[in-house]
């Protein structure tokens, strides 16, 4: 577990430090004064590639890749994968043709994760070095896991400022893209409608707060069932018919009654935290990309209690928990940089931090394909059976 800490630990260290000249850049105002992947950007993306290209089974889903480009490596030419998406197949057909590694496929997967997610905040660099902590201690295992679709909701992030009629070319093919990956990223057809507005479509505090302990009881029930036909439709419409053909006995065989602890109950204060900030930080942020990710973000907070209990739901309602990567790196920067500071504004940031380390701790500590080994491990370590 020590190993864990370290190479996390470490890896999270050069890349806030590789990115922390930005702190002092405008927080709206920026005019390009450093190229996209400047040289300490770019080193920072590079170790996040290596690191997670050299990983060993971090990730439910890593044996299931490592298999799929095995074969494909030994058969090129011979096999056809139709249940996976084009791009996905096409790259790792690339990628066995040039006689790739399996480390330097993972590494490529993970440098476009954390390419888009950085793209999308170009303009607004100041941000950098706190992306760099909420990813490591609530993301990383997230966009190890799931690498089709982490991949598409990674380039979400790139697309949501170009949601408005001016540059719907742009969101279109970020959209196309992400399709190629994972095809729930149909999904990105209606986001585009809810991330359209640039203001608020919630401005009271007191109701998203209600909404949001609305969902949390709801979440406890099985109101989903009222829901079911609606769902197979919207499942059938977005290419997994064949897959979860009988939605209702998919559901119950998907739900699962897991324990509450760190990494439900922190992200309980976070979104309370945010949703109190919220008006503030609308006023200190006054980019529209701002109002586009708060929206999505809050609409994740419902979902994610929602969810909580099937594993099945959480897959595509992921499209809008996710903003919370964005909204808790706005919050922290506003909570250290806002006018006027108080005490209490410092004791929130803080508590902000402990918790995201809290959470941190806690994927390392279940053990649950979250703790670090190195690939030449493998022949070293057997994981205990989960």
């Not at 999270?12 to 430090?17: E, T």
């Not at 890749?65 to 011979?78: D, L």
């Not at 007191?206 to 036909?229: H, K, R, V, W």
């Not at 209690?305 to 992921?318: A, E, G, K």
Request: hydrophobic residues 50%; aromatic residues 24%.
């Amino acid at each position: 577990m020590l190993q864990s800490f370290v190479v996390y630990g470490g890896l999270f260290i050069a890349m806030f430090l590789l990115n922390l000249k930005y702190v002092a850049l405008p927080r709206d105002k920026y005019k390009g004064k450093f190229p996209f992947l400047e040289p300490g950007l770019l080193l920072s993306l590079l170790l996040f590639a290596i690191i997670s290209g050299l990983r060993y089974q971090v990730g439910v889903d890593y044996i299931t890749y490592q298999f799929i480009f095995g074969r494909i490596k030994s058969q090129p030419y011979n096999l056809h994968f139709p249940e996976y998406e084009t791009g996905f197949v096409w790259l790792l057909k690339l990628f066995a043709n040039a006689d790739f590694h399996y480390t330097l496929m993972f590494g490529i997967f993970a440098f476009i994760q954390i390419f888009f997610i950085y793209y999308a905040f170009r303009k607004q660099r100041f941000l950098y070095p706190i992306l760099a902590f909420v990813i490591m201690t609530v993301f990383y295992f997230t966009m190890m896991n799931a690498i089709r679709q982490s991949i598409a909701w990674c380039i979400l992030f790139s697309a949501i400022p170009y949601a408005n009629k001016k540059d719907f070319p742009k969101y279109a093919l970020l959209t196309l893209m992400a399709y190629l990956f994972h095809k729930s990223a149909l999904l990105f057809i209606p986001i585009f409608f809810i991330a359209y507005p640039e203001k608020g479509f919630l401005r009271s505090i007191p109701l998203q707060l209600g909404l949001l302990f609305s969902a949390i009881l709801l979440g406890e029930t099985s109101f989903i069932d009222i829901f079911i036909d609606q769902m197979q439709y919207v499942v059938n419409l977005i290419g997994y018919g064949e897959r979860y053909g009988n939605l209702s006995e998919v559901l119950s065989n998907f739900q699962t009654n897991y324990s509450k602890g760190a990494r439900y109950f922190g992200p309980f204060v976070i979104y309370v935290t945010a949703i109190f900030y919220s008006k503030e930080m609308k006023e200190f942020f006054t980019s529209k990309s701002f109002v586009k990710f708060y929206n999505l973000f809050f609409i994740g907070a419902l979902l994610f209690f929602l969810t909580y209990q099937s594993m099945l739901l959480q897959r595509p309602s992921r499209y809008f928990i996710v903003m919370q990567l964005p909204i808790t790196a706005y919050l922290i920067y506003y909570l250290w940089k806002r006018p006027n500071r108080r005490p209490i504004d410092l004791f929130v940031l803080w508590g902000i931090v402990l918790i995201h380390i809290l959470i941190w701790y806690a994927f390392i500590k279940s053990n649950f394909y979250t703790q670090y080994l190195f690939y030449w491990e493998n022949l070293l370590f057997i994981r205990p059976s989960l």
